[in-house]
């Protein structure tokens, strides 16, 4: 975990940090371990309140990119 926190320059919360190593056995690469990825874990999530996308009147072309930033920044997204 120690060398996913260094390579991405984040912290990992605790909690996670206990999912990780007690209820998902551990990764050898860390969370999530989907191999390269072009996401930016450092930079702050994009959303400071909630939002519903499939709500949203906005066309696609306006939501894809918005989309795109929340999930490919600031996040861990874990595949099951």
Known sequence: MHAFEAEH???VPEPYRTFVAEI?????AGPPDLGPSERCL???FPLAQLWIWEDDPRP???IGPLI?????H???VAET
């Open 42 to 44: 450092a930079q702050p």
């Open 68 to 72: 795109a930033r929340v999930t490919d």
């Open 74 to 76: 600031g996040s861990i």
């Open 60 to 62: 696609d072309e306006e």
């Open 24 to 28: 998902s056995d551990g990764s050898f």
């Open 9 to 11: 320059g984040i912290v």
